[in-house]
């Protein structure tokens, strides 16, 4: 083993980048690299970073800053920055933090054992390589995600992932389908597809949106139990993938279609292309067949009025999302909003954070008691010992983000049982496994 191993990887950010982590994980592996998942023992580290807003690139310095004070101590003998942050700005991270040892970017994943290695430090291309670099699974064994594309062709005023990422570039069917099936026979049940956008699957690589000619593929995947779709985006969803959903025997009554809001001069000012009318009909579509909504709404865009405000809370209240996040507008130095006119007060943006948190939290409870006495399909994710029970999930809870289900009887972890519901509170709920 050489002096800076074993290597170890923290990994922040969405699920696109845990992927990439395992991906970078498969790449060391493959090299015959010493990885090691306690990152105390860890000689070295690679720190996968997100940069999307203020918040996250935070997060990303201060792990660094902890990294460099380990390395100062002599605990750690190489520091690798990874992601977003170096794709978006290597000069301020490099300005900032000379001990970092080497840079890679998101199109880099392959560069990873170069970046150990060589006198070079940057490794960051514009150009997205198609990687097919077997992955270390680091999610629980019967459940993973599969990044489907990457990349975004919007060009919402609010979001830098454009300018990290570049336009769409999808993975192509044949890779994808090697790869459930690989991720099926090393043991995995639920399969949850993630891009910046999936609606958008295809249309660099086929000339066309295919997530339903896709959907169509992983059907066929044999002993493959749940599918889950995250990240969608309004104006994409037409009634064929709404209907294909609702019919489907895999794929779950559950969707994640962030709308960001609903009043239409908000969602013209945040270069969204769908307008109230459009977002209203998805939503109505989806509700008339039974399927599972979990959106994100923005506060405080520059411009939104007290009145606007009023509009989205009632839409909220009347529409009655299953799950629902909320993020307090941030100015993004590289996006259109940022030289906006009209910046709403941070204390106004928190507020309506807030009130919108307060409006869904009462939703939420409301519709897990609906459940009560209802048989659903579980399936069992861990055993908690504080909790001193299983934790599941149902087909309308995604996997960190949503609800869970405290089950009792005689289960194992990542089997799906149907379950009698027998309780509820705020953010979960009590079932029974049925025989
Ligand atoms: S669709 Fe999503 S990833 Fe694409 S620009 Fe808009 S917010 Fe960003």
């Known amino acids: 083993m050489r002096d800076f191993e074993p290597i170890g990887i923290v990994s922040l950010g969405c699920p696109k980048n845990l992927v990439d982590s395992e991906r970078l994980l498969g790449k060391l592996l493959q090299g015959r690299f010493h990885i090691t998942f306690d990152i105390d023992e860890a000689q070295s580290v690679i720190i996968n970073t997100c940069a999307f807003l203020g918040t996250a690139r935070e997060e990303a310095e201060n792990v660094i800053t902890e990294f460099i004070k380990k390395k100062k101590e002599g605990e750690i003998k190489k520091i690798v920055v990874s992601g977003c942050y170096p794709s978006l700005s290597k000069e301020k991270l490099l300005k900032k933090f000379p001990e970092i040892d080497a840079l890679t970017g998101t199109n880099d994943l392959e560069k990873i054992t170069d970046a150990f290695t060589s006198r070079k430090r940057i490794f960051i291309s514009n150009k997205f390589e198609h990687t097919s670099i077997p992955r270390f699974q680091v999610t629980l064994p019967h459940y993973e995600y599969l990044k489907i594309a990457d990349g975004c062709n919007h060009n919402c005023a609010f979001c830098l992932i454009p300018k990290i990422k570049g336009k769409v570039h999808s993975f192509s069917m044949d890779f994808l389908i090697d790869e459930a099936k690989r991720l099926v026979d090393n043991g995995v049940k639920e399969l949850i597809l993630i891009a910046q956008d999936t609606t958008q699957y295809g249309v660099d690589l086929y000339g066309r949106n295919r997530l339903l000619d896709l959907l169509e593929k992983f059907e066929n995947v044999k002993d493959l139990k749940w599918i889950r779709i995250l990240y969608t985006y309004p104006s994409e969803i037409n009634k064929a993938l709404i209907d294909y959903i609702a019919s489907s025997n895999k794929v779950v009554p559950y969707i994640d279609v962030p709308i960001q809001h609903i009043n239409d001069k908000l969602l013209r000012r945040m270069r969204r292309t769908h307008g ?22 923005i506060t405080g865009f520059p411009g939104e009025t007290e009145r606007e405000f009023e509009e989205l809370k009632l839409f909220i209240k009347d529409v009655r999302f299953e799950h629902l996040g909320v993020f307090a507008f941030s100015q993004e130095e590289g996006t259109e909003s940022y030289e906006m006119d009209m910046q709403v007060p941070e204390k106004v943006k928190i507020e309506r954070k807030k009130e919108i948190e307060e409006i869904q939290s009462k939703i939420n409870a409301e ?15 861990y055993y908690d010992e504080q909790l001193n029970g299983f934790v599941g999930r149902t087909q309308f809870d995604a996997p960190e983000i949503d609800d869970y289900v405290l089950i009792r009887g005689d289960v194992e972890e990542g089997k799906i049982y149907n379950a009698k519901i027998t309780g509820s509170d705020s953010e979960r709920l009590r079932a029974e496994a049925l025989k």
């Open 367 to 381: 519709k897990l008691n609906n459940m009560v006495g209802k048989a659903l399909p579980v399936i069992v994710d």
């Open 276 to 297: 109230r009318e459009e977002t209203e009909k998805v939503i109505g579509m989806l509700k008339d067949k039974h399927i599972a909504i979990r959106t994100t709404v």
